[in-house]
């Protein structure tokens, strides 16, 4: 069984920074997804940026790519998402994600809120 746990998340300037830590328990296969999501409220969960869990190729929504980075420690099982440039509309909870063939696993969530 996987289980994902999200850091990081706080209050944040607009423009300002913030790191994002996803600490995974259990094994995940080479060709795994692991990423982020996003739901602010009222709205649906949307997709955030994504990486291949040993290849390391990533994947990113438009609306934050130049501005965010995914990356991940194999190792120590922990993917981050580094958050730069931050907008009022990044404010959201996110959600840890980790997607193989026939399995999906979330964490709890994070939230965070940025302040014009």
């Known amino acids: 069984q996987v289980q994902l746990v999200e850091s990081g998340g706080g209050l944040v300037q607009a423009g300002g920074s913030l790191r994002l830590s996803c600490g995974i328990s259990g094994r995940i296969g080479d060709n795994y997804f692991v990423g982020w999501f996003r739901q602010a409220p009222g709205k649906e969960r949307d997709f955030v940026a994504s990486i291949t869990w040993s290849a390391g190729n990533t994947y990113y929504a438009s609306s934050v790519k130049g501005r965010f980075t995914i990356s991940r420690d194999n190792a120590k099982n922990i993917v981050y998402l580094q958050m730069n440039s931050v907008k009022p509309d990044d404010t959201a909870v996110y959600y840890c994600?980790?997607?193989?063939?026939?399995?999906?696993?979330w964490g709890q969530g994070t939230q965070v809120t940025v302040s014009s």
């Open positions: 994600n980790v997607r193989g063939a026939a399995r999906e696993y």
